[in-house]
């Protein structure tokens, strides 16, 4: 994703809103292939005015966005439903309301995991809601890029010998190369056999190109087996008619 066009900080800080304000968009339709009930509690004025910004640089934003989050819901619904002891950690959830709104998570122990300000905002959300903060999830409140993140994961709870899944949903275009790159090195050191990573990533987001070819190479040597790749474009033609060529990706990869 190219980040020149709006200002990165801007991004980085509303982003979570505007994928609950394309969440909340598609949620209010008859047959939405994502339904967030709970999308319509982190709108907000700025959320709603990014994502018109956003439409205007990528026209096709909201159906990228809506069949990556479609492709995650399903790789989720597969491995927990085969799976029954594993941990889910979404590293920048953001808004992410899997843990409430899919049946399959229904009591996981489960790791939210993004910047300390995001967290607090979204715990004081949702216990100004009605339905409260699920006790099956653990917030914690830190920055992914860091020396020591695995360690202070440990600390909450996470049991690196227990199966898990790694949820990154638009999480790494906001990160440098070189952290992403750590990322990957310590989940790849970490993860018990059978855990499962699930990213999402353009062409430019790792610093090589040209990809997927490279990706699967590259997660080889992190410890990960691509299962699968799927360009993002082939989703929206599947879900929405329309086609794009744009490079970006969705991918499943396990423990090696
Ligand atoms: C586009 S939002 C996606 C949120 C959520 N995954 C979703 O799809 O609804 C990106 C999220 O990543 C978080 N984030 C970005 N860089 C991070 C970092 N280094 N550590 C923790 N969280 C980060 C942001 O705060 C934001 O909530």
């Known amino acids: 994703m190219d980040h020149n066009t709006l200002d990165h900080d ?21 047959n939405p292939i994502v339904n967030d009930p709970y ?76 910047f300390p300000d995001t967290i607090s905002l979204k715990k004081e959300v949702l216990q100004n ?9 653990t917030y914690v409140g830190t920055d992914v890029s860091q020396d020591g993140f695995i360690d202070v994961l440990v600390q909450t709870g996470f049991n690196p010998n227990e199966k898990s899944v790694f949820l990154l949903q638009g999480l790494i275009y906001y990160m440098e190369p070189k952290g992403v790159d750590a990322l990957f090195t310590g989940l790849g ?17 790792l610093g090589q190109e040209p990809y997927p070819e490279n990706m699967k190479e590259y997660m080889l040597e992190k410890g990960f087996n691509v299962i699968e790749q799927v360009l993002l474009g082939t989703l929206t033609d599947k879900y929405f008619g329309k086609p794009h060529k744009e490079q970006w990706w969705v991918t499943e990869a396990e423990q090696a």
Do not use: H
């Open 10 to 30: 801007r991004q980085i800080r509303c982003s979570a809103d505007v994928v609950s304000e394309i969440r909340y968009l598609e949620s209010k339709k008859n």
């Open 39 to 114: 999308a319509c509690l982190f709108i907000s004025p700025e959320g709603g005015s990014m994502l018109k910004e956003a439409l205007l640089q990528w026209p096709f934003f909201a159906e990228y966005l809506l069949s990556r989050e479609k492709y995650f819901d399903d790789a989720l619904n597969r491995y927990f439903q085969n799976t029954q002891e594993a941990q889910l950690v979404i590293l920048g959830s953001g808004n992410d309301m899997r843990a409430e709104r899919l049946l399959c998570l229904k009591g996981k122990k489960i790791f939210e995991v993004d």
């Open 129 to 137: 809601a009605s339905q409260g903060l699920p006790d099956r999830v």
């Open 189 to 205: 050191k970490i993860l018990s056999q059978g855990s499962l990573l699930l990213v999402d990533y353009t062409s430019k987001d």
